[in-house]
């Protein structure tokens, strides 16, 4: 019996050790992934039978020296399939399929990995069922490929300059991108996401995050080598100053030995791998949206999308008026005119009508009454969002939600967090939660990048964490935001909506394009500026430049003032990334079609069966026959679209077209 007993243990022991194997695939069955529990937890990638992810180990340490997903001991495993259409309201499309197969690998010692497998891409997750608090030391992420494969990455730009790893942790998450292979990308700089790696065969994965709540922001590094990119977090801050720009900034002075506290059992970030056989199929991916929590505010009917003046880009630099333009009401009052005169819902007031250096956004600067200016732009239907330093919101956070919501404005544009710690994740959440118990929109400017929390908090429309428009009042000739921008859709925006502030009425090409403060310019033509609100998603969205600029463009000004900022449907027709992108969205029965180019002329043709057996007319904005030597030249000419149309247009170097047909 004795014999009997120890031959049942040793099978027992044997097998809690002994690899295990669990496959799950996506429901069109293109994409495997392999999940292995042995010595280490690992997971793998396949696409159509070919490795696009070797083996990577996934694991989380924990202050009590455990570490999840080192020797792991398996108790219990489910599956699961869902297939469901969600609402996705203030949407690239008015609803969503959520469609995946899952698996669930629940550990002793009370730690599950979940896994998700859509026919666009794999994710995974920890989740705990530890009830008692802890800290995490680290969490293990890790993306190992099968060869020294090409990545597209944006490199952290820090704020201070000294070269330690502590400066890289506090940046504005902008920057445009560079492309080599992994073993060239530099070793001492970290990556922020979104960023995509291209395998031989030529398919492409975006990595990114989603359900990024109450834990730092995930970065990637090239410094292991080896085809592999590891994770970094942000450890949590334990001493700050106030510091910064403006001293609107909480600026770190010393870290904790751990990046994140847990007060009981939750659910981590979703990391995600989004493989494309298409470059358009990474534009048109919704998982970010699908992987987050759903909506905290019952009621959503308040939240109003839309378009904004906006005074910043322009430096305040009317003309043609009987008054010093400036921060004064008699500035504001002049946009808030334009505003209601072109139907536009909101006009912002960015910084500076707080008193500087103060961090009191109820100290207001002599030469502005701001409740004259609600009460002036409310009579006219017109919303006041105001600017606000991070550090000068979070201090006050519902005194300030409460007074200004009461006085009738709309909304915050908040800034200057540039910060993706737990501490700052925190605060985008509860500043979210306190704008939406007053019933006010939120922009996240000084930002990371999206990770679902539009979804969770729909009342934030958007989010910065790009390499806008706005660079182009400070940035010399060398810096491409041409290529930029036919990047971007295939990287940044598959995280979600930017404050990218398109509408640029001075337009230049490569030769003559410079930097100008007061009077800033576009790269790229005319009819690219157009385009942009098409391919880019910003339900809230700015016009950049001047009334008087507009007024002076009326034909162009009238396409962008009627453009929707939020859709019943989105698809991405044709690109190819770092060259050109088509891209159609409806409202209603209204199509939208926008392309643009790289720096090289293009000769496109849409394919507009999607349009299926109706006739459409409208209006094609194209770049005029001389917009490769000045990039306002433009042309307006009438459309006729069927679902059998194949239309060719040619696009300038730095060009692009729009068109609008019903």
């Known amino acids: 019996m004795k014999k009997i007993v120890l031959f049942l243990f040793c099978l027992v022991t044997f097998g809690a050790y002994a690899q295990k194997t669990f496959e799950l695939k996506s429901p069109d069955g293109r994409l495997v992934t392999t999940v292995k529990v042995g010595e280490r937890l690992t997971y793998d990638i396949r696409c159509n039978g070919k490795q696009v992810l070797a083996d990577s180990p996934l694991g989380m340490t924990l202050d009590d020296g455990t570490t999840w997903g080192e020797s792991p001991r398996l108790s219990g495993t489910s599956r699961k399939s869902v297939d469901e259409v969600i609402a996705s309201p203030l949407y690239r499309r008015a609803q969503v399929r959520d469609h995946y197969n899952g698996l669930t690998l629940k550990f002793k010692k009370g730690w599950n990995v979940e896994f998700r497998a859509y026919n666009d891409g794999i994710a995974?997750?920890?989740?705990?069922?530890?009830?008692?608090?802890?800290?995490?030391?680290?969490?293990?992420?890790?993306?190992?490929?099968?060869?020294?494969?090409?990545?597209?990455?944006?490199?952290?730009?820090?704020?201070?300059?000294?070269?330690?790893?502590?400066?890289?942790?506090?940046?504005?998450?902008?920057?445009?991108?560079?492309?080599?292979?992994?073993?060239?990308?530099?070793?001492?700089?970290?990556?922020?996401?979104?960023?995509?790696?291209?395998?031989?065969?030529?398919?492409?994965?975006?990595?990114?995050?989603?359900?990024?709540?109450?834990?730092?922001?995930?970065?990637?590094?090239?410094?292991?080598?080896?085809?592999?990119?590891?994770?970094?977090?942000?450890?949590?801050?334990?001493?700050?100053?106030?510091?910064?720009?403006?001293?609107?900034?909480?600026?770190?002075?010393?870290?904790?030995?751990?990046?994140a506290k847990v007060d009981g059992s939750r659910s981590f970030p979703w990391r995600m791998a989004i493989v494309a056989a298409?470059?358009?199929?990474?534009?048109?991916?919704?998982?970010?949206?699908?992987?987050?929590?759903?909506?905290?505010?019952?009621?959503?009917s308040w939240v109003k999308p839309g378009k904004v003046a906006w005074e910043w880009w322009s430096d305040w630099n009317l003309d043609g008026v009987d008054f010093v333009t400036g921060v004064n009401n008699d500035t504001y009052k002049a946009y808030i005119d334009f505003a209601a005169q072109n139907g536009l819902e909101y006009v912002i007031l960015d910084e500076g009508w707080a008193v500087n250096l103060k961090a009191d956004l109820m100290q207001v600067v002599k030469d502005i009454d701001l409740k004259e200016l609600v009460d002036y732009a409310s009579a006219k239907g017109v919303g006041i969002i105001l600017w606000a330093g991070y550090y000068a919101f979070e201090r006050d956070m519902e005194n300030i939600c409460r007074h200004y919501a009461e006085m009738g404005v709309k909304g915050f544009k908040v800034d200057f967090m540039d910060r993706d710690d737990q501490e700052m994740v925190d605060f985008n959440y509860r500043a979210a939660a306190m704008c939406a118990k007053y019933k006010l929109l939120l922009d996240l400017h000084g930002m990371y990048k999206p990770s679902g929390l539009n979804r969770t908090y729909p009342n934030i429309l958007n989010f910065e964490g790009v390499h806008g428009l706005e660079n182009m009042k400070w940035s010399t000739a060398e810096v491409d935001q041409v290529e930029y921008d036919v990047t971007l859709p295939y990287i940044r925006q598959?995280?979600?909506?930017?404050?990218?502030?398109?509408?640029?009425?001075?337009?230049?090409?490569?030769?003559?394009?410079?930097?100008?403060?007061?009077?800033?310019?576009?790269?790229?033509?005319?009819?690219?500026?157009?385009?942009?609100?098409?391919?880019?998603?910003?339900?809230?969205?700015?016009?950049?430049?001047?009334?008087?600029?507009?007024?002076?463009?009326?034909?162009?000004?009238?396409?962008?003032?009627?453009?929707?900022?939020?859709?019943?449907?989105?698809?991405?027709?044709?690109?190819?990334?770092?060259?050109?992108?088509?891209?159609?969205?409806?409202?209603?029965?209204?199509?939208?079609?926008?392309?643009?180019?790289?720096?090289?002329?293009?000769?496109?043709?849409?394919?507009?069966?999607?349009?299926?057996?109706?006739?459409?007319?409208?209006?094609?904005?194209?770049?005029?026959?001389?917009?490769?030597?000045?990039?306002?030249?433009?042309r307006c000419v009438p459309v006729e679209l069927n679902g059998n149309t194949r239309l060719k247009i040619h696009l300038a170097p730095g060009g692009g077209f729009a068109i609008r047909v019903k």
């Open 124 to 259: 995974y997750r920890f989740v705990s069922r530890v009830t008692k608090p802890f800290n995490i030391l680290d969490e293990e992420v890790s993306y190992c490929f099968p060869s020294d494969v090409k990545a597209t990455v944006p490199y952290v730009v820090p704020r201070a300059k000294d070269g330690t790893l502590e400066a890289q942790f506090y940046s504005a998450f902008e920057n445009t991108y560079v492309t080599d292979k992994l073993s060239k990308l530099d070793k001492k700089r970290l990556i922020f996401l979104p960023l995509v790696v291209e395998t031989e065969d030529g398919i492409k994965v975006c990595i990114t995050e989603s359900d990024l709540e109450s834990f730092p922001g995930l970065y990637l590094s090239a410094s292991e080598g080896g085809n592999k990119l590891t994770g970094v977090h942000a450890p949590y801050p334990k001493k700050s100053i106030q510091g910064g720009h403006n001293m609107l900034q909480m600026l770190v002075k010393e870290r904790e030995a751990f990046i």
């Open 278 to 300: 298409e470059d358009k199929a990474l534009a048109e991916c919704d998982m970010t949206y699908l992987l987050a929590s759903p909506s905290r505010i019952d009621d959503i």
């Open 494 to 634: 598959v995280a979600g909506p930017m404050d990218y502030t398109q509408g640029a009425m001075r337009n230049a090409v490569k030769e003559s394009f410079y930097p100008c403060n007061s009077e800033p310019m576009s790269q790229g033509t005319r009819c690219r500026q157009l385009a942009l609100y098409v391919v880019l998603e910003s339900p809230l969205n700015m016009l950049c430049d001047t009334p008087q600029n507009y007024a002076r463009e009326a034909e162009c000004a009238q396409f962008i003032m009627d453009i929707p900022t939020v859709w019943d449907e989105t698809r991405v027709l044709d690109g190819r990334m770092g060259d050109y992108i088509v891209t159609a969205r409806r409202k209603g029965d209204v199509w939208y079609i926008g392309g643009l180019t790289d720096w090289q002329a293009r000769d496109i043709e849409i394919d507009c069966s999607f349009l299926g057996n109706k006739n459409y007319e409208g209006v094609l904005y194209k770049d005029g026959v001389n917009a490769h030597r000045t990039g306002k030249d433009y």
